[in-house]
């Protein structure tokens, strides 16, 4: 019998929410939700299908890769280093080049502008020049007519490199002080005189590994050579504004010479939002070089070993608490596994920092993030930037607390909630004004019959002596804004045509999302029309210019707002319009539901729009938007970095076999936070997706590297992500009732990065379930959970 023959209505006596839901997937919102029903004729709190589903579902949604290729167009490959640490002596391309097809080799010495990428902190070189870092290390392209000449010629490549030792610990880097930024500390109160005060004291280490991002869409990019030095970048990038300043900036040119394109992405989860950067430098620079245009796209293998991961943590804890399990002191150090640039890792370690309390009151706090070099692919941003990494910390440790107390997990979580008074400000000094945890926390208590389930379960590993059972209720609080507050800004164009149609075009981008779907929902209730006459076109750097990354779950917030805000202007102009013809005020002037009504008269949208067109109204407008009350000091760490909280919280139990170690997610109910959905539909399939992402990190997803730094999981048969046997029969998803309290876009919330962490709840659960089998309440688990981890914890 293994944890997959498992039924989980035989522990249980039906699902949580009895037996005739039992395997069911729950996806209707909460009772009382005001999601549900939408407002009639408005296009907003409805389930609008995605606005290119259709074309993705035939076959015709265009990718980069799918662009028709210009006549004389080359193809590129990387040279890549299969070294993880040296002097790089001498590049011996004759080989390659001897081949046929095979028109140049791009390297270092080729770049007219600056060597070094324009990253913000400028310490990553385009291609390697001096030393390699890593295997994988990109030392420069080779260009040849066919893909498939222009791969196995890179390979031909020989590469004189001098090996150096390779750190691939991030506590030896951290022994060895070699961090690729300054260490950071932040702090509150006298952690050391709680500790010593406390009644209980608990110390512990925790290692929590990295992630790949496994887009269905590699990374790629298409460069194109126009007259007059300008440049055309088709990218499949998170951060057009981005490509374009670091392609011009590789080219020697200005901004304005480099127009970005990016109609949508195969995926991204912030593996895009730097890295697709450097393929669209590398095309371009083959492409200035052999005058032609260069499309250089990464097999599975290359993409892997070239690209940046979620960053792996280590920590070292030290907590004190009371006999409720209430914390009264804590001090941690989180060690960030880097790689061997920044990249992102700054703001990713200082999300990390500020989600280490996740949904919990800190009192006496000390928090030491070191920014760790190794020699790695450059970690990047992933779904969360720190955030898991930050959460997944407090959540163990309180974990630990209860197993130590003899205590239900979820009453020492409780009992460190945020409240109200002197326990609702953060450790880095924001006050938590929107808090829901309570009554949200009760709800899905009730809702997943917790308690009913536990007592079960504990019922069940008495007498079982293979399989063993766990669950855990864990409620997630994460922070919305970008933490570096620049890019707390967006802007959009809108367009109505003569006919009546709308088009919009803003600084966000599509990777599967529905962002577009949802901006063109609140474009067209702004207007008044169908959602069906409101079309979304390709983010280019030359409509909206100077554009934030589509990160930080922020996209629909900040570009929604923009494009509402540019609606609005010339729904104002049709308004004044039509009460100059009725002799009314502009305010008594309605559109809705494809009409203009004022107390005169009622008249089509499109009949309005011909008529302001003849009388010379201006039919098209700008938006732009700053997210308000935002601030915070990034020296100390301290301010009022986010705008507003996201909440949720998931009940999750599993099952481990303690005779292989394999584990399975059983049953998952989760009630989320998103304010007032824009659209139910997109924001459950983001809940369920960012879930069993999560659940992927936490349990099958592991990153090896060698003792020489060769990523050994570089492939789909070596890298286990979920698959759809991996997601529960009962996976029920329920939306809190509330609209959002700060005055954001249609009152709803983010939705992309919250519900992944709502995953730490398996990885307790599987904790849960060790520590019953072991049988002295100890739960020596890393993460991943895979089954190799599973055994070792079990011992």
């Known amino acids: 019998m293994t944890a997959r023959d498992v039924d989980f209505t035989a522990a249980t006596g039906g ?68 070294v993880g640490h040296g002097l790089l002596r001498g590049i011996d391309p004759a080989a390659a080049l001897a081949l046929p097809g095979v028109r140049a080799v791009v390297l270092a010495r080729d770049i007219p502008g600056d060597p070094v990428l324009a990253t913000f902190v400028h310490d990553e070189p385009i291609f390697a020049r001096d030393r390699v870092e890593h295997v994988g290390q990109v030392v420069g392209l080779v260009v040849a007519d066919s893909v498939m000449q222009a791969r196995r010629a890179a390979r031909l490549v020989r590469l004189d490199i001098e090996p150096l030792p390779v750190v691939l610990d991030v506590r030896e880097a951290h022994a060895n002080r070699s961090y690729v930024l300054p260490p950071v500390v932040v702090r509150r109160g006298d952690p050391e005189a709680a500790l010593a005060a406390a009644r209980h004291r608990l110390a512990g280490q925790l290692e929590v590994g990295g992630q790949e991002h496994f887009y269905l869409e590699g990374q790629v990019a298409y460069a194109l050579p126009l007259e007059q030095d300008q440049w ?23 901004n304005n010479a480099v127009t970005v394109e990016c109609r949508r992405m195969g995926g991204g989860f912030g593996g895009k939002e730097t890295q697709a950067g450097h393929l669209a430098v590398w095309a371009a620079l083959a492409a200035r070089k052999t005058g032609r245009p260069v499309k250089l796209r990464l097999d599975r293998d290359d993409d892997f070993l070239v ?54 009151y800190l009192a006496d706090v000390e928090i030491a993030s070191y920014r760790c070099r190794t020699n790695t692919q450059s970690h990047t941003a992933f779904r969360g930037f720190g955030g898991p990494q930050g959460v997944i910390l407090i959540e163990a440790i309180l974990g630990e607390i209860a197993r130590k107390l003899g205590k239900d997990p979820l009453a020492v979580r409780r009992a460190n909630l945020y409240g109200v008074g002197e326990r609702d400000v953060t450790h880095y000094q924001m006050k938590v004004e ?86 063109m929902q609140v474009v067209a209730d702004e207007l008044g029309v169908p959602f069906e006459r409101v079309r979304c076109t390709a983010t280019e750097t030359g409509k909206v210019p100077n554009a934030s990354a589509t990160a930080a779950s922020s996209g629909t917030d900040l570009n929604g707002r923009a494009a509402q805000f540019a609606a609005r202007n010339i729904r104002d102009n049709l308004a004044a ?40 109204i201006q039919l098209w407008s700008d938006g732009f938007y700053r997210t308000p009350k935002i601030h915070y000091d990034k020296t100390t760490l301290t301010g009022r970095p986010f705008y507003y909280f996201s909440y949720g919280a998931a009940c999750t139990e599993v099952a481990i076999d303690t005779l292989t170690g394999e584990n399975r997610v059983l049953a998952v109910d989760i009630l989320h936070d998103v304010g007032t959905s824009l659209n139910p539909a997109i924001d459950i399939g983001q809940v369920e997706g960012g879930f069993i992402q999560g659940v992927g ?14 990523l050994a999981t570089h492939a789909p048969s070596t890298y286990k992500i979920p698959a759809t046997g991996d997601v529960p029969a009962h996976f029920v998803v329920q939306f809190w009732h509330e609209g959002n309290r700060e005055d954001n876009v249609g009152g709803s919330k983010a939705v992309g990065e919250p519900p992944f962490m709502l995953a730490i709840s398996a990885w307790e659960a599987l904790r849960e379930a060790v520590a019953a089998a072991r049988g002295d309440g100890q739960a020596p688990l890393v993460a991943p959970a895979t089954a190799e981890n599973v055994l070792r914890a079990l011992g």
């Open 697 to 710: 990190w936490l349990t099958t997803e592991q990153l090896v590297w060698n003792e020489q730094g060769l």
């Open 232 to 254: 055309w970048i088709h990218s499949s990038t998170q951060h057009p504004g981005e490509v374009q300043h670091w392609v011009a900036h590789a080219l020697g040119l200005e």
């Open 434 to 519: 929107d808090n829901i945890l309570h009554p949200l926390i009760d709800q899905l208590e009730q809702s997943s019959r917790y308690q009913q389930r536990r007592a079960a379960i504990a019922a069940w590993n008495a007498t079982s002596p293979v399989i063993k059972r766990g669950i855990a209720l864990t409620p997630v609080k994460f922070g919305i804004s970008f933490t570096a507050t620049f890019f707390n800004q967006a802007g959009a164009l809108v367009h109505v045509f003569t006919d009546g149609s709308v088009q919009v075009n803003h600084g966000g981008t599509e990777m599967g999302q529905g962002l577009h779907t949802k901006i």
């Open 15 to 82: 699902g949580p929410t009895g037996p005739a839901d039992a395997g069911e997937r729950n996806l209707a919102p909460a009772t009382g939700s005001p999601h549900a029903p939408a407002t009639p004729g408005r296009a907003m709190g409805r389930a609008q299908p995605h606005e290119s589903a259709r074309a993705q579902v035939a076959g015709s949604a265009t990718y980069v890769d799918d662009i028709a290729e210009v006549r004389g167009t080359l193809h590129a490959a990387p040279i890549l280093s299969t």
């Open 307 to 360: 690209t940046g991961k979620r960053h792996p943590f280590a920590y070292d804890w030290q907590a004190g608490f009371d006999d409720d399990g209430r914390l009264a002191g804590l001090r941690v150090t989180m060690l960030a596994n880097c790689g061997f640039s920044a990249d992102l890792s700054g703001p990713v370690a200082d999300r990390a920092i500020f989600h280490t309390d996740n949904a919990y």
């Open 577 to 616: 319009f039509v009460a100059g013809l009725d002799g009314c005020g502009a305010g008594a002037v309605d559109l809705r539901a494809g009409e203009v009504i004022s107390p005169r008269q009622t008249r089509s949208f499109d009949a309005v729009v011909k008529a302001a067109y003849a009388n010379r």
